[in-house]
Structures are given as structure tokens and as C-alpha cells.
């Protein structure tokens, strides 16, 4: 299917009181406009995407400068047909058209596609929802044998037609040629003074155009948002949504309520999450992995098997099977833990390559270094691994022990097998099986008389 997809995202969104356009608010970690720009994408490879952006237009087109769209723009926000006309010069002759709106952003694909393939068949789809209070929208009239023959706005609306609780979505496609040919008959002659998109459904049922309306899976998948307070309850919808995704795949969540995804997170079977999971950007984290509370993991891979204890901040990084992590372990991006490594408390790792079995368990920062298998990395130990204007690399061989407390001031190597005493400042090599010790002689002085006060 050749389809012309506009997102309509002109409009102010001045309840949501803010400087930011209400579209680049975000909803699981990716702005709402995102959101429906990505469903379109589902629609498959022929699909052209229009923005038609007004207010805040430049931030809107900074945001998705990687994404392949066109931009229309919409000078004053004269009504829904006004926006989508905007886009028209940029629409192929003989595609389908269809229009999304850039606030409601969990459309799915699927409905797209069902409504791509009535357009397919010459006639016009549109996505209509049954509403308890219907009050605001627009009302979706159908004639005596059912056909819908209009749709009309609330403030134009009269007392019986305000009954109607089947509601106008906003979504809509029909083949591209006829909506060319009906935009330029719209008039602004109604309650509002806009030119309403929804006139062109009283054209299509003149013109003998069959209106097909098909119903979204579920409501929330056609929730506009107008307020920081509906979008925090399609987040919470939204969110539980990946929770029972990732059930379903296998993992134990301590609370499903207490879970944020906000990415793309693949997973193994057998998972434990505990509550207060945050998972951000491209995470994959195989079978059996356990996460304790409170933890936030963000574009890193995580290997079979590995514990990540409470309270631990994950970026960036490569984690084997069976590695251990945390509790408050900060691992930032260029961390590599190998299988069976262990990082423990208040460790903080960048750029950092640690190798099987080897451990760096408390209070420690290890940034730009490699270190091989099961060497030992004492409490407090700190690679210097900034002079001010250069990074540098700290190498640890296998087996290695570095004691407590000690300052590897790179570029610096200690070799297999070789041990540094606690409290060193290591600025020198150490080879192979060597011992290093640098630090201040200790002195004992006997019968030590403590100064008195002086009266
Ligand atoms: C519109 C529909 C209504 C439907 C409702 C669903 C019309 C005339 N009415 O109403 O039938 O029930 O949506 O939420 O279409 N926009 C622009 N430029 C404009 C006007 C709007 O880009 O000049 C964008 C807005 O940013 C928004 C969308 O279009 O994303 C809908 O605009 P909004 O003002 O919310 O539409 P309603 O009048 O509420
Ligand atoms: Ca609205």
C-alpha cells in the first residue's frame, strides 16, 4: 500500500502548561509524537510521514531531525482541515491519506492497517469510539439503516444529536485524490469559525463514497492527551501494558505496578524484577538474571544468571553470566564484566574491563583500566585515571592482588600474579609475582608522652 501518513501537531496544548509542544512530552521514555510516528513506520516500507507542526515547530523538528519526515507548516491553527491541507502538496497523487493526530499516541498499527485497507477498497475508514461521556467530541450521526452520513462537532451539535455517544476518534484515511478534491470546499462556517476535517464525511456521503467505521482494540488506544494528568494515566496504562508483556515472557515482577519501561528491553525466562525497576533505551538481559530493588538499567546487556543487588545503576554496559553487582554499584558506560565477576558496593566503573572471576567489592573507582581473571581488587582502591587533560589506562594482570586503599596513578601495568600493599601510590610498573609497596615508612616511638594543657 502507497500511504500518505499526517500526523497533525500544530496545535498549543496550553493545558498542559508548558514551554515544551505538547507532542514532545513524553510517554514510556519517548515523546508522544515519536510514539505514533513509530506506529505508522508498522504500516510498512511505502509509507511517507508528514508532521504538520505550528506552535513550538522548531523544537518539534529538532526532535525527530534523525527520523525520515516531511514537515508542513501551519502558520495559525485555523481547524483540523486547515492542518491537513497544509500537508497536501506533499502527498502522491493516488495514495491513501491517512490522518493521525499527534496527541494520542498508543495508536496500534493494526488498527492503521485496517483502516489503510478500506481506503485501499476507494472508501473512507474512520475510528470511532463509544464514550459514556461523550462531551467535547465529535459525534458520529448515523441515517436510518445505519450508514454514517456526518459527523458533528460538540459546540455545533443539537440537543438530540448531543445524545449520541459514538464519538469521532480523529482518525481517519481515505484515497488522497479525494481529499484533495474536498479540503478546498470546506468552510469555517460553524460554532468554532474553523475549517473542521470532519465536514469531508457529509461530502464522502453525498458523493456516494462508502464510510466504513471500525473500533480501536481497547479506549486507551485512542486517548487524546490534553493535561499532564491524562498523560499520566495513559503512562500508568501504558506501563502495565509492558509489565504483563514481560509476565507473559517469563519474568517474576515483584509488583507489576512498579515498573517502568522506557525503551525496548528484551528478556530471558525466569527472571526476578524486584519493585522500582527502570529500564531505559536498548536493554537485553538474559535468562535467570534476579534485579534487586530500586535498580535503573539503561542500554546495556546483561548476561544469564547475574545478580544485580539493590539500588545499582547500570549504563552502558556488557555483563556476562553469572556476574554479581550492588548493591550501589554505579557502572557506567564501557563497563565489561566477564563471567563471574563481582562488583559490590559504592564501586563506581567506566571504561572498565573486568575479567572472570576477578572482584572489586567495596567503595572503589576503577575508569579506564583492564584487569584479567580472578585478581582482587581491594576496598578503596582508585585508578587516577585523569591528569587534568588526558585519560589514561591502568593494566591489572591475572591473579593479581591489589590492596586496600591503593592509587594506581595511570598509564600504569602491574603484571600476573603480583601483589600491591595497602596504601600505595602506584606510579610505576609492577612486574609478574612482584610485591609493591609505596607508602610512608611506619615508625614506632616508645614511652610517647601525649602533649598536656597548658593551664
Ligand atoms: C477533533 C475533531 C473531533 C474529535 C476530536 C477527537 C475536528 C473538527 N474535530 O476535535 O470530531 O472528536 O478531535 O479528539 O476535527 N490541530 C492542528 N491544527 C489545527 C487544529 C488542530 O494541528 O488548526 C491538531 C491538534 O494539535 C490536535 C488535533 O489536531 O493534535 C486535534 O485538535 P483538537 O483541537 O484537539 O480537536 P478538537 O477540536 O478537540
Ligand atoms: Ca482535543
Given at each position: 500500500m502507497n500511504v500518505d501518513v499526517i500526523i497533525l501537531?500544530?496545535?498549543?496544548?496550553?493545558?498542559?502548561?508548558?514551554?515544551?509542544?505538547?507532542?514532545m512530552h513524553g510517554l514510556g521514555g519517548k515523546p508522544m509524537v515519536q510514539h505514533v510516528i513509530d506506529s505508522a513506520a508498522g504500516l510498512g516500507e511505502s509509507v511517507r510521514r508528514h508532521v504538520v507542526i505550528g506552535h513550538g515547530g522548531d523544537a518539534v523538528r529538532a526532535a525527530l531531525a534523525d527520523s525520515d519526515i516531511r514537515f508542513a507548516e501551519q502558520a495559525e491553527q485555523l481547524g483540523t482541515g486547515h492542518a491537513v491541507a497544509q500537508a497536501m502538496?506533499?502527498?502522491?497523487?493516488d495514495s491513501i491519506a491517512l490522518v493521525l493526530y499527534g496527541d494520542v499516541p498508543l495508536i496500534k498499527s493494526k488498527t492503521l492497517d485496517s483502516l489503510c485497507r478500506i481506503a485501499a477498497r476507494d472508501h473512507l475508514g474512520l475510528l470511532t469510539v463509544e464514550l459514556t461521556d461523550p462531551s467535547g467530541y465529535g459525534r458520529i450521526v448515523r441515517n436510518d439503516v445505519g450508514d454514517v452520513v456526518a459527523i458533528v462537532e460538540h459546540k455545533d451539535a443539537n440537543e438530540s444529536q448531543l445524545k449520541i455517544q459514538e464519538v469521532n476518534t480523529g482518525i481517519l484515511a481515505l484515497p488522497s485524490r479525494l481529499l484533495r478534491e474536498w479540503l478546498p470546499q470546506l468552510s469555517a462556517d460553524n460554532a468554532q469559525g474553523e475549517y473542521y476535517l470532519t465536514d469531508v464525511i457529509a461530502m464522502a456521503a453525498d458523493n456516494g463514497v462508502r464510510i466504513e467505521a471500525i473500533q480501536p482494540m481497547c479506549e486507551q488506544e485512542v486517548q487524546g492527551v490534553n493535561t499532564r494528568a491524562q498523560l499520566a494515566m495513559l503512562e500508568r496504562w501504558y506501563q502495565r501494558q509492558q509489565a504483563e508483556h514481560l509476565m507473559a515472557a517469563g519474568v517474576t515482577l515483584?509488583?507489576?505496578?512498579?515498573f517502568d519501561l522506557r525503551g525496548e528491553l528484551t528478556v530471558g525466562c525466569d527472571c526476578y524484577f524486584d519493585i522500582n525497576l527502570v529500564i531505559e533505551g536498548q536493554v537485553r538481559i538474559a535468562e535467570g538474571v534476579n534485579i534487586g530493588p530500586n535498580c535503573v538499567i539503561k542500554d546495556s546487556i546483561i548476561g544469564p544468571g547475574t545478580r544485580i543487588e539493590a539500588n545499582s545503576l547500570i549504563e552502558g554496559a556488557q555483563v556476562e553470566a553469572s556476574a554479581s553487582i550492588g548493591p550501589f554499584a554505579r557502572i557506567r558506560p564501557g563497563t565489561e564484566l566477564a563471567e563471574g565477576a563481582k562488583i559490590g558496593n559504592f564501586v563506581e566503573t567506566k571504561k572498565a574491563k573486568i575479567g572472570p572471576g576477578s572482584k572489586v567489592n567495596h567503595l572503589s573507582y576503577i575508569g579506564d583500566a583492564q584487569i584479567g581473571s580472578n585478581t582482587n581488587i581491594g576496598a578503596g582502591t582508585i585508578t587516577c585515571n585523569y591528569d587534568g587533560v588526558n585519560k589514561s589506562l591502568t593494566e591489572i594482570g591475572d591473579d593479581a592482588f591489589i590492596g586496600s586503599n591503593t592509587a594506581l596513578v595511570a598509564p600504569v601495568k602491574v603484571g600476573n600474579g603480583a601483589t600491591v600493599g595497602a596504601g600505595s601510590t602506584i606510579t610505576k610498573n609492577v612486574d609478574d609475582q612482584e610485591l609493591a609497596v609505596a607508602r610512608g615508612k611506619q615508625t614506632n616511638i616508645g614511652g610517647w608522652k601525649r602533649p598536656i594543657k597548658r593551664s
Open positions: 501537531a500544530a496545535g498549543q496544548g496550553s493545558r498542559m502548561k508548558s514551554s515544551l509542544p505538547k507532542v502538496p506533499a502527498v502522491a497523487e515483584a509488583d507489576p505496578d512498579r
